[in-house]
C-alpha cells in the first residue's frame, strides 16, 4: 500500500507542479501585453473551466496523497514534501484566489498581474519542491540500506 500512496503522490504532485509550470512560463507571458479586456476575460475565463473534476483531483490530491503518505514514511523528505505540498494549496487559497476573485469582480490587470504571478511563482517552488521530494522519497532508504 505504500508503494501505491508513494506512487500516487509522485504523479499528483508532478502534474501539479507541470501545470503551474506551464502557467509560469508560458500561459501567463502570453497574456501579459494584451490589452487588459482582453486579460481579464481570458484569465476570468479560465478560473472558471480550470475547476473541473479532473484538475480538482491533482490539486487536492496532490497534498492529501503526501500527507497520506506520512503513514508510512516519517522521512525528512517525507515531511518536508507534505509540508510543500499543503503550502502549495494554501497560497492558492490565501493569495491566489482573492486574487482572480478581485479580477472577476472588475478589478485592475495592473493591481492583478505583479502580485499573482509572485504568489504563483511561490506554489510552483513549493509543488515543484514536494515532487522533487517525493521523487527521492524511499530512493535513498534503498540506496543507503
Known sequence: MSEAVLTGARLL??????????FLVAF????????DDVYAR?????????VNPVFLAFFLGAPLLALMLL????????????????????????????LN?????????????KPWLIFHTLRTLAATGAFVLLSLTGTVTRISG
Do not use: K
Not at 481570458?42 to 480550470?50: E, G
Not at 476573485?101 to 498581474?113: H, K, M
Open 71 to 98: 503513514g508510512w514514511h516519517r522521512s525528512h523528505l517525507a515531511i518536508a514534501a507534505a509540508c510543500l505540498a499543503v503550502a502549495a494549496v494554501v497560497i492558492t487559497f490565501a493569495a491566489n484566489l482573492p
Open 42 to 50: 481570458v484569465m476570468n475565463r479560465l478560473n472558471v473551466v480550470i
Open 28 to 35: 501567463m507571458p502570453a497574456l501579459h501585453g494584451q490589452p
Open 13 to 22: 504532485n508532478g502534474v501539479t507542479a507541470g501545470i503551474y509550470i506551464a
Open 101 to 113: 476573485d478581485a479580477l472577476a469582480n472588475g478589478g485592475s490587470v495592473s493591481a492583478f498581474e
